[in-house]
């Protein structure tokens, strides 16, 4: 007599779904995030193209002289060079970059904005400054809003109570790997390293070669005379208002390794390429205790996307702590001038 046997096939296959489920659940999350990560590059391309645009335009229907440079993006504002971008009606209405970093002590509790963030956005930034506040990040740990980069400290001529800003340094990977010092490259990090090559502004002119001479600096078409007569080539058109806001875009997509828990980068303000900034700005090392003076802040401990002394980013994933994907976007905008002081 044949007995039919009962295959147990349920709990097998639950048990194969599982198995199938723990094998995607990696790439569904990457997928996700990477998802998300661009759509917050698009957010913020929206946000600061339409900024440029806004901006360039007013500052276009702004009252100035006709042989002034705009100045904006010049690393040369403290040695009492002439720019309109350091003239107090351009800071009061169009840009000021001190409003780069804002303390929660300006509007916090305890003043007139008793924590309204937006209402003191309103009330106190200039147009452009309060058009790039959507792309500013929250760091609680300096207790600050800032704009991505790094924090820098403006050496004269800024608010005394808080002389703080930020620049952009622009990042060239693995230019460490030659370096032979290992007590500060291990030759386990040299090929992950960067080196700082250069410095920009989050927000300045375009500059473009207007006389042919490539011997000579390169100036912006604010202006309607120049020293030298512009190149007729079509390329240069004095009386221009050409813009540009630089923003470094970060993600939580992994990319660079780390030694010790501090990114590998050499290079500070002072020898960057070439460029000697000290003069105007020196460096805030934002990895130490209370760095900007304001006391006891909301301070969190773990992953910070745009934190670490120069502003790109520590995370933290499993036991290691590898830096963010980054990448500097530019948006541009050009209009010509249409009134004159």
């Known amino acids: 007599m044949n007995i039919p046997t009962q295959r147990h096939s349920g709990p097998r296959r639950t048990g194969q779904a599982m198995l199938e489920l723990a094998l995607l659940i990696p790439i569904i999350v990457i997928i996700i995030g990477g998802t998300i990560s661009l759509g917050l590059f698009f957010f913020q391309a929206n946000v600061l193209q339409q900024a440029v645009d806004v901006g360039a335009q007013e500052i276009a229907r702004m009252p100035f002289p006709p042989d002034q440079e705009l100045g904006l993006g010049r690393f040369d504002l403290c040695t009492g060079a002439d720019y309109v971008c350091d003239n107090e009606r351009f800071k009061e209405q169009i840009y000021d970059e001190k409003f780069l970093v804002i303390p ?35 760091d609680y740990r300096l207790g600050v809003t800032k704009y991505p980069g790094a924090i820098v400290n403006i050496s004269t001529g800024a608010d005394p109570n808080f002389p703080f800003t930020v620049l952009i340094p622009l990042v060239q990977y693995g230019a460490a790997s030659t370096q032979t010092d290992d007590t500060k490259f291990p030759s386990s990090v040299r090929s992950a ?50 813009l540009r806001i630089n923003y470094p875009a970060q993600s939580t997509g992994l990319l660079n390794r780390v030694d010790g828990g501090i990114v590998v980068v050499t290079g500070s303000v002072n020898d960057a390429s070439g460029q000697n900034l000290s003069q105007c700005y020196s460096m805030v090392d934002t990895t130490q205790d209370n760095p900007l003076g304001l006391g006891d802040t909301d301070e969190q401990d773990g ?39």
């Open 303 to 341: 992953s910070e996307p745009n934190g670490g002394e120069f502003g790109l980013g520590e995370l933290e994933v499993l036991t290691r702590t590898v830096r963010p994907y980054r990448t500097v976007m530019s948006f541009q905008a050009i209009y010509r001038r249409e009134v004159f002081e």
């Open 193 to 242: 390293s960067e080196t700082i090559v250069r410095w920009v502004k989050p927000v300045e002119e375009i500059l473009a070669d207007h006389d042919g001479d490539a011997n000579t600096p390169s100036e912006g078409p604010f202006k309607l005379s120049y020293d030298s007569a512009p190149a007729d080539d079509g390329n240069f058109q004095p009386g221009m208002v050409a």
């Open 104 to 138: 929660d002590s300006q509007w916090g509790s305890g003043t007139p904005y008793n924590g309204d963030f937006q209402s003191f956005c309103a009330s106190e930034l200039p147009l452009l400054n309060r058009l790039m506040v959507p792309a500013m990040v929250r």
